[in-house]
């Protein structure tokens, strides 16, 4: 996690899964209550995404109706969040590069 002037920034690698949820809910609990003004998710890292995990970033709760900002997500990752019906509670930034 890094923050800045209200930004938060979260950088996941690896799998986010339901084994991975409570951990992950944890965690942004922690971040909920600092009250951010921008919630940056940076996926670039995550090859893995079930839906229990997208769940609980696209659920996050942020002031003035914001969402959540999914950055890099690989093609695997942006497909379980527009199947879920996911993707339209988080603003979709910037696709990975072709190396990915």
Same mark, same amino acid.
């Given at each position: 996690?890094?923050? /800045? #002037?209200?930004? =938060? %920034? =979260? =950088?996941?690698?690896?799998? *986010? /899964?339901?084994? @991975?949820?409570?951990?992950? @809910?944890?965690?942004?609990?922690?971040?909920?209550?600092?009250?951010?003004?921008? $919630?940056?998710?940076? $996926? %670039?890292? *995550?090859?893995?995404? /079930?839906?229990?995990?997208?769940? $609980?970033?696209?659920?996050?709760? *942020?002031?003035?109706?914001?969402?959540? =900002?999914?950055?890099?997500? #690989?093609?695997?990752?942006?497909?379980?969040?527009?199947?879920?019906? *996911?993707? @339209? #509670?988080?603003?979709?930034?910037?696709?990975?590069?072709?190396? /990915?």
């Amino acid at each position: 996690m890094d923050a /800045d #002037r209200g930004v =938060v %920034t =979260v =950088v996941a690698s690896g799998e *986010l /899964d339901a084994a @991975a949820a409570p951990q992950i @809910a944890a965690q942004l609990a922690q971040i909920a209550a600092h009250r951010p003004q921008r $919630l940056v998710f940076d $996926l %670039t890292g *995550l090859w893995f995404l /079930d839906c229990a995990a997208a769940r $609980l970033i696209a659920g996050m709760s *942020l002031p003035a109706g914001r969402r959540p =900002v999914i950055r890099g997500a #690989r093609p695997v990752v942006r497909r379980i969040l527009q199947v879920s019906g *996911l993707a @339209a #509670r988080c603003e979709l930034e910037e696709e990975p590069g072709p190396a /990915d």
